[in-house]
Structure formats: C-alpha cells, structure tokens
C-alpha cells in the first residue's frame, strides 16, 4: 500500500504528504521544512505513528520526524546524516537515491537548515526553527 501511496505522491505535486494508516491527514506544497513546520504548527502532538511522504529529507527532516511521532518515511533523497538520526530514533525510511548531506540551492555546500541541525536533538532544533521564525504564521 506505502508503495501505490508514494507512487502518486511523487507524480503530484506536494512536497509533503502526512498519512495516518491508508487515511491523508495532510498535504502541503511548501518548500523545504515550511511543510513540515506547518504540520507541526497544526496537528502535533494528535496523531502518532504516521506515515510520511516527503521530496527531501535531511537531518532538518528527520528530526522533525521525531518530533511528529513518525513510524516511517518515504523521500526520492535523503541524507546519510538523516540515515542516522532516523535510525537512532527507529523510525523507517525508504529513500530512492542517498547522499552525504542535503546541499544548499547552489550546490556548493550543505544546507544552511542541515547544518544548523547538527549535534541538535529534535526539541532544540524545532526551538532552533522557531527563533528563526520559520514556524510561525501559517
């Protein structure tokens, strides 16, 4: 079923698809982790054990994951660095392709959110976002 439910998200066009069972509880097409912290602003702590359908998922990402109490994770590219935060965490992934670190826009660095998440646990980054005012206002 996860596969038939990434297969139409990926023809889409949302960047961030929320599942709870086989039920779509969220859908966004934010870039980046506005998706995510959208989400966060409207539906955490409600729903556990979702299911989420993601374009990019880098360490940023899945500490978001963590926070939102996700099971498992879907994404055409994720991180090494997000490999391991969400196995530390137990959460599954599926991700097409895996590289070291997610770039930023220019391709000549890690993303500025990247970066900022490391050595972070799930709270202190959300807190991280929010002092940043990337939370705020949707």
């Known amino acids: ?6 297969s139409q998200f990926l023809v889409s066009n949302d960047k961030l698809r929320v599942y709870r069972g086989d039920r779509l509880i969220f859908t966004s097409s934010r870039d980046g982790l506005l998706s995510l912290l959208e989400y966060i602003d ?4 409600y729903e556990k054990d979702v299911t989420v359908f993601d374009r990019v998922v880098g360490n940023a990402a899945a500490l978001l994951l963590r926070r939102i109490f996700c099971r498992e994770a879907y994404s055409l590219l994720g991180s090494e660095l997000a490999v391991r935060t969400l196995r530390c965490f137990g ?9 070291p670190y997610i770039q930023n826009h220019s ?12 050595s972070k646990s799930p709270e202190e980054f959300y807190e991280a976002c929010l ?3 990337l939370g705020h206002g949707f």
């Open 1 to 6: 079923m996860n596969a038939r439910l990434f």
């Open 131 to 133: 002092s940043l005012d």
């Open 91 to 99: 959460i599954g992934y599926h991700f097409t392709e895996i590289v």
């Open 107 to 118: 391709q000549d660095d890690m993303c500025p959110m990247e970066k900022l998440s490391l």
């Open 42 to 45: 409207k539906f955490s702590p």
